[in-house]
């Protein structure tokens, strides 16, 4: 069972990296998922972000969000840095 169904289709959950690309003109940037919410009057998953991006938003849309396969989990981790 995917966490929160319909709302999240591409399957984020806390403590995954994830690619944030909202279309063309919107956000594109690297984070890390903090928790995923449920809204279900507004029928979404509202994703909260962690990074250290100034002027990027701290939270999105689940759909909006594509996990990194393969990402490091911190820097440093897998010798990346």
Do not use: Q, S
Request: net charge positive; with cysteine.
């Amino acid at each position: 069972m995917r966490l929160h169904g319909d709302y999240n289709p591409n399957g984020v959950h806390a403590g995954l990296m994830v690619r944030v690309f909202t279309g063309k003109g919107g956000w594109d940037f690297n984070a890390r998922v903090a928790r995923v919410v449920e809204k279900k009057r507004e029928r979404k998953a509202i994703v909260f972000l962690e990074h250290d991006l100034a002027g990027m938003p701290h939270f999105a849309d689940a759909a909006d969000c594509y996990p990194l396969r393969g990402a490091p989990l911190y820097p440093g981790h897998h010798d990346n840095g």
